[in-house]
């Protein structure tokens, strides 16, 4: 079953992996990233390869270290984004989570979504003022849900 959400606010789903400044490059706006193997395979990189790693430790910008004709033999993928990104500095970005190389919402957070929307909308609705005890609030919106507080919320979805 394959659904479309449309998302009403900023997601960032990781998958806990960071890409230095020193593997991608912005152009055209597009994010590129480097396929760093293919770079330290090649044999042009080979001789300045001592000097890419004495300087990869303070310098943030890859243009800085290597000629763009260098790198930019080797693009891994290319994203679009927002054209104010063209020009600033580089940062460490956080990668997204991906199947078959698409970006994608797992069914756990979007669970997680829902529960926490239904739990606001019941609790609210019931005037429940004292919001510490989670496992109370998870019984008290399950049993208005199903009868029950003894089942699972992801059983009920």
Do not use: C
């Not at 000097?51 to 993928?77: C, M």
């Not at 991906?98 to 756990?108: C, D, L, M, N, Q």
């Amino acid at each position: 079953m394959i659904f479309r959400i449309r998302v009403l606010s900023p997601v960032h789903i990781g998958n806990g992996n960071a890409i230095s400044p020193l593997e991608y490059f912005i152009e055209n706006n597009s994010f590129v990233r480097i396929d760093m193997d293919k770079l330290f395979n090649d044999p042009d990189f080979i001789p300045q390869m001592r000097t890419f790693i004495d300087k990869a430790g303070f310098e943030r910008n890859i243009s800085k270290i290597l000629s763009q004709n260098l790198y930019k033999k080797h693009p891994l993928y290319a994203l679009s984004v927002h054209s104010s990104a063209k020009g600033s500095n580089p940062i460490e970005v956080r990668e997204y989570i991906k199947s078959a190389g698409r970006v994608f919402i797992p069914g756990s957070s979007i669970k997680g979504s829902i529960l926490s929307g239904v739990m606001e909308t019941i609790l609210k609705i019931k005037n429940v003022r004292e919001l510490s005890d989670f496992r109370t609030l998870l019984g008290i919106v399950l049993n208005e849900i199903t009868g029950s507080s003894m089942n699972e919320f992801s059983r009920w979805i």
